[in-house]
């Protein structure tokens, strides 16, 4: 009787821990959870930059647009001309948070944009990149990495 009610509990401790198991492992799909109607809008490929008046002019154009919201432009100091290291380490820092009708924020035809950077100092190197927001507030991938002395 003894055998039996020890194999019954050792049974019921298996199935225990085999049941916390199950609820416990999930689906195993990790990361951020997207809807499937919100579609982030493509990256931007073809960002150029260029020595304008009064600073800097990035140009950009974009693929598939469906409802944009705006732009995030980044901005990375690399250095001087003197003592640059394109490939070193640094953080982008946020310069721009641009919505389509913002007075900062030229539109150049149908799906292209440019932007001047201002806040430039001479004789520094700076490399830039920006990402495309929709109305869903999804964003984008970083566009190309665009540098200029």
């Keep these: 009787m003894k055998r039996k009610r020890e194999k019954r509990w050792h049974l019921s401790v298996v199935f225990m821990m085999l049941f916390l198991i199950a609820i416990f492992q999930g689906c195993g799909k990790k990361g951020d959870p997207i809807p499937e109607k919100i579609l982030l809008p493509k990256a931007i490929s073809n960002l150029e930059a260029k020595h304008g008046q009064g600073g800097i ?3 950009w154009s974009v ?3 469906g409802v944009l919201a705006g732009f995030r432009i980044t901005r990375r100091e690399v250095g001087t001309v003197s003592d640059s290291c394109p490939d070193c380490p640094g953080e982008y820092t946020l310069i721009a948070d641009l919505s389509l009708f913002d007075p900062k924020l ?3 035809g149908k799906d292209a944009f440019s932007y001047l950077d201002a806040t430039v100092e001479p004789g520094r ?3 830039y990149r920006v990402v495309v927001c929709n109305a869903s507030g999804g964003c984008s991938e970083a566009s190309n990495i665009v540098g200029i002395k």
């Design 57 to 59: 002019i990035l140009r």
């Design 63 to 65: 693929e598939e647009h």
């Design 106 to 108: 030229t539109r150049e």
């Design 125 to 127: 190197i700076y490399s």
